[in-house]
């Protein structure tokens, strides 16, 4: 009876302990919470000084997680959401899901300064076409270059993906007017629109086309953890496109301070140092112990594209009925 009674307590206890124990629940892109991805280290390392319970959510990819957040509206579980970009921002403010931050932190390794009161920055990098130097021994030089090849690529869906959004953007920063006519010289040349990064770059590994939209950074991962030289990036003339990936609180979340913490952890040497080698970006703020081979920048600042966070939305709308105008002749 004793044995029973004593028993029965510790499970009480135990239940007690574990609803204490606040879950603090972040939506982030399918890659960054993959095995490979940073997410399972992040994880160990907050709740390490959370006194919490960490559950990274995989929503697709970056454009998907907005898709999603918009759907659930204030129903949803999220605290925090990780994987929007400098593209969704504006979009993201207007859905008036998101609260401020606690303030943008010293010592940033931005190519810019960052002002923004509800997104924080968590990495940045340049998009650019990468390819397998074994098979495409010319690759393009610029986008004349390519539009005027037989190279196939492999794009990502700007409905779904950041990359996929971000060549939208790059391309109407290249073209301005003469975007949609750009694309239609191009389509012949895409073998396929994937909905994210992950299914794009593991078919251009396969051999399914000479390039992929990708990240001027992606050559690095086959280099430190391959071994592997053979994968590069091409630069181009014109320039290549920035893209900075921001986390922000939901104003809805269940666990507010909890989620500032995250945040604030997010800009900490335990979090950043774990961005070049697991999410193959450059971190926000550079970590102690520097950058590893592979990421030196390849892009001098006059050639680092963007287009003003507040112009995106208007910009957007007019660049995808071009670009889908475009496929679907």
């Excluded at 124990?21 to 390392?45: H, I, M, Q, R």
């Excluded at 396929?192 to 251009?204: D, I, L, N, P, Q």
């Excluded at 986390?247 to 900490?268: I, N, V």
């Excluded at 999410?279 to 970590?287: E, F, G, H, I, K």
Aim: aromatic share 10%; charged share 20%.
């Amino acid at each position: 009876m004793k044995r029973s009674l004593l028993t029965a307590a510790l499970v009480s206890l135990a239940g007690i302990a574990a609803a204490e124990t606040p879950t603090l629940t972040v939506y982030a892109y399918d890659s960054f919470v993959s095995d490979w991805g940073p997410g399972p280290a992040v994880e160990l390392a907050f709740e390490e000084v959370c006194d919490c319970d960490l559950q990274f959510v995989g929503a697709g990819d970056g454009a998907a997680l907005l898709s999603r957040l918009r759907l659930e509206g204030g129903r949803s579980d999220a605290d925090v959401v990780l994987g929007l970009d400098t593209s969704l921002m504006a979009t993201a403010k207007e859905t008036g899901l998101f609260a401020p931050h606690n303030g943008v932190p010293e010592g940033l390794s931005l190519p810019i300064e960052w002002t923004d009161d509800t997104f924080l920055p968590f990495d940045w990098g340049y998009f650019a076409f990468v390819y397998d130097r074994r098979r495409l021994e010319n690759p393009p030089t610029s986008f004349a270059e390519l539009i005027g090849s037989d190279t196939s690529i492999i794009i990502q869906d700007p409905r779904s993906s950041t990359p996929g959004l971000g060549l939208l953007m790059w391309m109407k920063t290249v073209y301005g007017d003469k975007a949609g006519a750009a694309w239609a010289k191009l389509s012949p040349q895409i073998v396929t629109v994937t909905k994210g990064w992950s299914e794009a770059y593991g078919m251009f590994l396969e051999g399914e086309a000479d390039m992929v939209l990708s990240y001027t950074t992606s050559p690095a991962y086959h280099l430190i953890v391959e071994v592997d030289d053979s994968k590069a990036a091409a630069i181009f003339d014109e320039g290549q496109y920035m893209q900075i990936e921001v986390a922000a609180k939901l104003a809805g979340s269940k666990h507010p301070e909890l989620a500032d913490r995250f945040l604030d952890f997010m800009l900490t040497d335990a979090f950043q140092s774990l961005i070049p080698t697991n999410n193959w970006m450059y971190p926000a703020r550079t970590p102690e112990t520097g950058l590893p081979e592979g990421f030196d920048a390849p892009v001098s600042p006059d050639k680092a594209l963007s287009v003003p966070v507040d112009e995106v939305p208007a910009l957007r709308e007019q660049a995808l009925a071009e670009w889908l105008a475009a496929l679907s002749r």
